[in-house]
């Protein structure tokens, strides 16, 4: 990446390589959506990626999207924002009222308040299940063996529109073998959208299936604090 490339020509190119991988994996390049992740990056850059025809949007914090995204998407209503960093609960009607979709659902107290937001607020956000399939104990996701119940439990018990799955891979590993599981839990399920890959390891998800990749440094640059 370099100085002089702009966040119009890194997403012009990355839509090529998305499309390109797709490709060779035997997929239609229409089934990978880039999401473009704005979390610490200003108003002005989610404006420069809108200005390039880029409508899908990721942030990892409530408070953060709240205050950047609203008059944004007043000027582009087809914007479509998604949560994916993880949810306090006593976040969730916030959360419901602001996002299109919420890819960090992740224990039970949490399905419950969604559920019962989405049915006071009558806005059904997509969901997607996020799954800690490095079995980390500092990152948020259901543990790979409790998430066929967990799952069912979400659909069944809570009525709640899950789409689709996610998950963050450990940052040192291998990340095949763990887009290979999130991709097999959801063939279990039915569940056709799978959240996965990043700036480090997106060619490798899309490999595996990925209908969606969410890139930050790779559009927008380093992020100037950690997030
Ligand atoms: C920050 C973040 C991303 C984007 O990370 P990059 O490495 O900058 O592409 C993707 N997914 C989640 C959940 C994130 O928090």
New binding site residues.
Partial sequence: MTGTETIADRLRNLRDRIADLAQAAGRDPATVAL?A?S?THPAESVAAALAAGQRLF?E?RVQEAAGKYPDLRARHPDLRLHL??PLQSNKATEAVALFDAI??LDRPRLAEVLAREITRQDRRPDLFIEVNTGEEAQKSGILPAAADAFIDECRDKWKLPVVGL?C?PPEHDDPAPHFALLREIARRHGLTRLSMG???D?ETAIRFGSTEV???????GP?GTA?
């Fill in positions: 999401m992740v979390k990721g990892n994916i960093g890819e960090t996610m963050i990043m700036s480090a997106y969410r890139l930050g440094t790779a559009i927008f992020r997030a």
